[in-house]
């Protein structure tokens, strides 16, 4: 006879299925690794079935497990959500904008004093993510996301600005770049992008080596500081295009992609003027910044 499975077993094998590991679950819930893996085991042990199955070093969520888990994540999801709107009565909600990594380091962190100084009674809170996202568990307002990934029916999208790639450095090593004798600095997270971009310029040569780095943001930084050419979306370089820390001689080409922001449909209580605003001046700045030369 199978057993009601306690709500924090629940938790603990949605956020591992959602995450597709232990370890992160563990890190994400402030559990240990056994700890998680316990709760796995006890909750299948309560429902006598199978829902985790070992793949070489991962794991696989049986089918039983997948439905437990897409079960379980509309479940917060309400959950998150009924809480939201209880907290909205009574309270200002702060508005929050999730943007990219390297984006938000790199463009929108330098430029958000001009809005603080235009908006100084909107609370923002900004948090970094990549992807697609969950608004209601991840208790985000807005979204800003190169959009590389399908869009859900549910979200509104407003696009600021295409995505456009190219060659930056040091300006003492543009003689090298243009001449070859170069080392390409590429992102782990676009690992095909020297190659992509050397087919579309057949006739500039291969770099005699390629570093890889984990992120665009410490990629462009190792650029200005010398260490090699960095194919990189303009947006991340502009700032140091423009006070000559780089140069980008070939300049850059649009990828297909573009950037924008994402927010559900249903906005939530009390965040609607601060939003329009934060939206608006995403909107300008984006704007101001493809329009400079």
């Known amino acids: 006879m199978t057993r009601r499975p306690s709500l924090n077993d629940l938790r603990a094998f949605e956020a591992v299925a959602r995450l597709g590991s232990m370890r992160a679950a563990a890190d994400e819930l402030s559990l240990t690794h056994g700890a998680v893996s316990r709760r796995v085991a006890k909750l299948a042990d309560d429902l006598g079935l199978v829902l985790v199955e070992p793949a070489g070093r991962g794991l696989r969520i049986t089918a039983a497990g997948q439905l437990l888990a897409s079960t379980m994540s509309r479940a917060l999801g309400l959950i998150n959500g009924t809480i939201d709107t209880l907290q909205d009565r009574g309270a200002k909600r702060p508005v929050v904008l999730s943007c990219e990594r390297s984006v938000a380091m790199r463009w929108l962190i330098p430029r958000l004093s001009a809005f603080q100084d235009q908006h100084p009674d909107i609370d923002l809170h900004l948090s970094v993510g990549g992807g697609a996202l969950d608004f209601a568990r991840d208790s985000v307002t ?86 090699g050419v960095a194919l990189s979306p303009r947006i991340l370089a502009l700032d140091d295009l423009r006070t000559g820390r780089l140069v980008a001689p070939l300049g850059f080409a649009p990828d297909g992609s573009d950037y924008g922001l994402i927010e559900p449909r249903a906005t939530p209580a009390g965040a609607d003027t601060a939003l329009a ?17």
């Open 142 to 227: 807005l979204a800003l996301r190169r959009l590389d990934f399908p869009v859900h029916p549910d979200w509104t999208v407003t696009r600021l600005m295409p995505e456009s790639m190219g060659p930056v450095m040091a300006p003492a090593l543009a003689a090298d770049f243009l001449s070859g004798h170069y080392v390409a600095l590429a992102s782990r997270t676009r690992p095909q992008a020297w190659d992509d971009w050397l087919a579309q310029a057949p006739a500039h040569p291969a770099p005699r080596s390629t570093r890889h780095l984990d992120h665009h943001f410490l990629m462009v930084q190792a650029a200005a500081a010398g260490l």
């Open 277 to 293: 605003a934060l939206k608006q001046w995403l909107v300008d700045t984006a704007r101001s910044d493809s329009d400079a030369a």
